[in-house]
């Protein structure tokens, strides 16, 4: 169901760095980052008939909301979906719990607790590990992200790499740390500010396996608690044409942007009519 739900076909896949990448470009491009159905759901959206109840990542409950409903997902569901399709094709695949950064910079690090579920894969044969995260909303990566490419080969004209930190303090751990502090040691995720041209840090991971049960806590307290990035953004969606461009749409505000991040268009949904036509059209979304 779920290969048939993103257009690719069993038999033409084998576990390769050109498979991850079709998937999680297919996956981006064909199941959208979501929150139509948290507790967080702005009352227009109830009126349209969304369920409210806190999110069921079970495999069952991603099955059926992600590509039954098609109503979209965020990590815990859209991310556990896809690895477990990543290791029925074959790839070794765990995954972690990442903290997302609140405020970053050469004198200041503020990291929330872990509120974001990442993945972890590669090949059987293979050293090769690649980050794949299709749900962190509207700066998710296009693709997997190597964990081994070199400095040199992050910053060639990549929208997102991997660096080396600490959760304690800003900067690049030198080589002598990265000894003496290896287990402290982790990765964050960065995307490129084509707007402020310079690496942002969105989120922070070490390579620890996390259980179902850690991200069932997790998912709780982001469905539900007051202070849930989700319950301030009240609707938040993004799907994501194959790498050539993006739809957002937060709250009411929707805007289009083209392969590079650019800005194409933007405006507002006047009303419940409006986004019920905008949620079908853009996202396939239908209540």
């Known amino acids: 169901m779920y290969l048939h739900h993103i257009k690719l ?4 896949l084998h576990p390769s760095l050109d498979t991850l990448t079709a998937v999680h470009r297919q996956h ?22 969304f ?41 070794e695949v765990y995954c972690a719990a990442a903290s997302n950064v609140l405020r970053s910079s050469d004198q200041e690090l503020v990291l929330c607790g872990f509120s974001h579920q990442v993945i972890l894969a590669k090949e059987p044969q293979s050293l090769a590990w690649y980050v794949m995260d299709v749900a962190w909303g509207s700066g998710t990566p296009h693709q ?15 929208a997102h790499r991997l660096r080396r930190g600490f959760v304690d303090r800003p900067g690049v751990p030198s080589d002598e740390e990265l000894c003496t502090r290896h287990a402290a040691c982790g990765w964050y995720m960065q995307k490129f500010s084509r707007t402020e041209q310079q690496w942002q840090d ?38 994501d044409d194959g790498g050539h461009g993006r739809t957002t749409i937060l709250g009411t505000h929707l805007k289009a942007f083209g392969k590079e991040g650019d800005l194409v268009s933007e405006r507002e949904v006047q009303n419940v009519h409006e986004l019920k036509e905008v949620l079908e059209a853009h996202f396939g979304i239908i209540p």
């Not at 981006?28 to 008939?49: C, D, H, M, Q, W």
């Not at 069921?56 to 965020?74: A, F, I, N, P, R």
């Not at 997997?144 to 990549?158: H, K, L, N, V, Y």
Request: with cysteine.
């Open 9 to 12: 076909v069993k038999e033409e």
């Open 28 to 49: 981006s491009r064909l199941i959208p980052f979501a929150n139509v159905t948290t507790p967080s759901i702005p009352s227009y959206l109830k009126e349209l008939g």
């Open 51 to 91: 369920p409210v109840k806190t999110p069921d990542t079970s495999t069952e409950g991603v099955v059926h909301k992600l590509l039954q409903k098609k109503w979209g997902g965020y990590c815990f569901e859209s991310n556990s979906l896809l690895a477990k399709a990543l290791a029925a094709l074959g790839f």
């Open 144 to 158: 997997p992200i190597s964990m081994q490419a070199s400095p040199q080969d992050r910053e060639t004209g990549a």
């Open 202 to 239: 969105l989120y922070f991971f070490r390579e620890a396996e996390a259980t179902q049960g850690d991200f069932d806590m997790m998912n709780f307290w982001i469905a539900n608690h007051p202070d849930s990035e989700f319950q301030k953004l009240k609707l938040s969606i993004r799907t």
